[in-house]
């Protein structure tokens, strides 16, 4: 199959490729489409043959759940039931977050199939915010089913062309809505009553933090159990392996922690790039990027985080990545977990 890119730089080409996205959609087709957070693969929640499509193009097993998108705030209604005693804070999080990088765990509606949820009784589902997506779920109409655009178990791809180099030749149509501004995906929270406040446990960190949630519930963060997790994951984002680059990784703790192999040729994937944290001059690394440059921000790391991973996977002169440890704070606690997954392979 050829795969197509669908620009969206000029008001016409918009159109255009709004118009091609829609009418994929509708005819039970899989779109890889731009969101805030990382691409997503697309295709009509609500058609077990089109979501299929998608676990096929991605080679993801069928007991890992996909991502719903709502077009407009109230159609949550439409896929998820929301239990009378977590009513307050489910419109509190919608009011506040959406649209944007927060996806929420809620017991799912008869309508979704369970090919969407991974045989599970809830279903994971989000607002997105990007003009072009907006434009086209506006259009399509009904809720989508986006998980993120990459081959199972890979790194999750930021722009059209990180698309394109993982699912050439599997998917029809890539609609380029330029580099995502957030690049990490959401925030998962499973919301369920609780004693005094209801319970947030974030199944999977992301842009939206601790910090923005605990004013609305009591937020707790879910154990990883790698061996129950890979056989039946509550949030399978959370599978070993996950995020991974083809080289191999290694994720220090201290700069003393580092010993190199004879002949290797190592990148070092520093935080903020200063010499005072003591991994830059801890050793001659052959190449360094840094995450976030001069600043030390989290945001802006978690932004550049795969645009610098697929950056380091390429580079022929490199044969293995060792990266910092990421501050275990705010978006850094989305970075260190999947520098801690990819680093399994290492
Ligand atoms: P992706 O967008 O590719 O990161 O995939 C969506 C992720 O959402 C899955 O891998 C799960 O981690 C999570 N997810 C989706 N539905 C559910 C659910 N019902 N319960 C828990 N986690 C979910
Ligand atoms: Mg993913």
């Known amino acids: 199959m ?6 969206t730089q000029s008001e016409v080409d918009t159109n255009e490729a709004v118009r091609s996205a829609v009418s994929a959609l509708q005819s039970g087709e899989v779109v890889a489409l731009p969101t805030e957070t990382v691409y997503g693969l697309a295709a009509d929640a609500f058609s077990p043959a089109a979501v299929e499509k998608i676990f096929a193009a991605k ?12 077009h407009h705030k109230d159609a949550i209604r439409d896929v998820a039931e929301i239990p009378e005693e977590i009513k307050k804070a489910v419109v509190q999080l919608i009011e506040t977050f959406w649209p944007g990088p927060l996806t929420l765990v809620l017991p799912k509606k008869p309508a979704v199939s369970k090919a969407v949820t991974g045989g599970l ?16 779920i506006r259009n399509f109409g009904g809720p989508l089913a986006a998980p993120s655009a990459n081959l199972f178990g890979r790194m999750s791809p930021t722009s059209a062309q990180a698309v394109m180099d993982q699912l050439e030749g599997r998917i029809p149509l890539i609609i380029d809505g330029g580099a995502c501004s957030r690049g990490l995906e959401s925030t998962i929270l499973k919301i369920e009553p609780g004693e005094k406040k209801p319970l ?19 937020v707790v963060f879910a154990e990883r159990n790698a061996e129950v997790e890979d056989s039946s994951p509550e949030a399978p984002g959370m599978l070993e392996n996950h995020y991974a680059p083809n080289k191999p990784l290694r994720l220090l703790t201290s700069p003393g ?14 935080y903020r790039g200063q010499a005072k944290d003591g991994y830059l001059e801890s050793y001659e690394w052959d190449h360094i990027s840094v995450l976030s440059p001069g600043s030390g921000r989290v945001a802006e790391a978690g932004t550049r985080f795969f645009h610098v991973l697929r950056q380091l996977d390429a580079m022929e002169e490199i044969d293995e990545i060792i990266s910092e440890p990421m501050p275990d704070r705010g978006v850094g606690k989305a970075l260190l977990e999947k520098l801690k997954k990819a680093a399994v392979k290492g």
């Open 200 to 218: 947030f446990t974030v199944l999977r960190p992301g842009p939206i933090t601790e910090v923005e949630l605990k004013k609305f519930g009591k």
């Open 2 to 7: 050829e795969t197509v890119i669908a620009r």
């Open 59 to 70: 080679d993801r097993p069928s007991f890992d759940p996909l991502i719903v998108h709502v």
């Open 121 to 136: 009784d809830t279903v994971a589902v989000r607002q997105c915010d990007h003009p072009v997506f907006h434009r086209i």
């Open 257 to 270: 922690d580092f010993s190199p192999e004879n002949g290797k040729r190592y990148a070092l994937l520093s």
